[in-house]
């Protein structure tokens, strides 16, 4: 039996949401960032080209992805901003704010923690974490930071699933360990290393030094290209 849109977007008899590939899902923030500054704009519809330029990816790529949520456009008119704001949102789980742990008050996590963009795109943090006595009792952001060993019964208290570590490397994975057993479910790991974590845990690392090194090999790259001689460049 054929499923057809409802008004939302989504397909009727199905899932509340489809089940997407995980290039489409990375992608889905930028096409979200994008869309909120068309709004912002006062711009009501937009191309598929339009809005494939603004978040950076070509327009196939962008029509695909938004053909998993259902989302078509109009020909002649393009896609409807808030509509597919609302869609794109629906599936990310946006439509509720979500608590969220920060554990590893250093600089980062201080700079994580006083970070005003969190609230505007569906998340709070709800609690600060650290293991340093010196550091417990501070106030950031408006908070005051906890004991790392009362994360359990914070974590429940405030329904807290994602947890964000911003530690040294050393004290990663005990941090993770902590927050698995208080029954978080999703980490954002700032630490430069790799965590370890049971099935229907999900990390993503963030590991700004690796992107420096990715650069840095293409202005390597760049390097080398520009001091080859013309003929070898063009063959």
């Known amino acids: 039996m054929s499923q057809r849109a409802n008004g939302s977007g989504f397909a009727t008899g199905g899932p509340e949401f489809p089940d997407l590939p995980e290039a489409t899902v990375a992608r889905l923030p930028e096409y979200l960032r994008a869309l909120h500054n068309l709004a912002d704009d006062d711009q009501d519809t937009v191309s598929s080209e339009g809005l ?4 950076g990816v070509n327009s196939a790529k962008l029509r695909k992805d938004l053909s998993h949520l259902g989302s078509y456009g109009t020909r002649g008119v393009g896609y409807d901003v808030g509509l597919l704001i609302e869609q794109i949102e629906q599936v990310l789980g946006l439509h509720e704010s979500r608590a969220v742990a920060l554990v ?24 600060l974490f650290d293991a340093d006595p010196s550091r417990v009792g501070e106030r950031v952001g408006g908070m005051s930071v906890r004991d790392i060993a009362d994360v359990e019964a914070v ?16 004290a990663a994975q005990r941090v993770a360990d902590r927050l698995v057993a208080a ?3 999703s980490i954002l790991n700032f630490a430069p290393c790799v965590l370890v974590v049971p099935d229907g845990v ?8 690796i992107e420096l090194q990715i ?10 290209l520009t001091a080859l001689p013309a ?3 063009g063959q």
């Open 52 to 55: 494939a330029a603004a978040a």
């Open 104 to 127: 590893g008050i250093g600089n980062l996590g201080h700079a994580l923690a006083g970070y005003a963009g969190f609230a505007t795109r569906g998340f709070h943090i709800a609690a």
């Open 155 to 170: 974590v429940d208290a405030e329904r807290i699933s994602i947890g964000v570590i911003a530690t040294p490397a050393h």
């Open 183 to 185: 029954g978080v479910t």
């Open 202 to 209: 999900d990390v993503r690392k963030v590991d700004l030094a």
């Open 215 to 224: 650069l840095s090999f293409h202005e390597h790259r760049k390097s080398a």
């Open 231 to 233: 003929k070898a460049v």
